[in-house]
């Protein structure tokens, strides 16, 4: 199941060199692709915000 990026994210950038699969795209907002997310959690534990988790 892929991760996703709530309104909380403040786009700080952190999470985006974390992705070893490149599945972030930047924006206002960042987005996760769940497409290519492989489910790791690498961007979650760098988010200072908490504003990643795991799709319900």
């Not at 709530?6 to 992705?19: K, P, Y």
């Not at 924006?27 to 504003?51: F, H, L, N, R």
């Amino acid at each position: 199941m892929a991760y996703i990026i709530s309104d909380d994210c403040t786009a700080c950038g952190s999470c985006i060199n974390e992705c070893p699969v490149d599945a972030i795209s930047e924006g206002d907002i960042y987005v996760i692709d769940a497409d290519t997310c492989i489910d790791c959690g690498a961007c979650a534990e760098v988010c200072p915000v908490e504003a990643i988790s795991e799709a319900d």
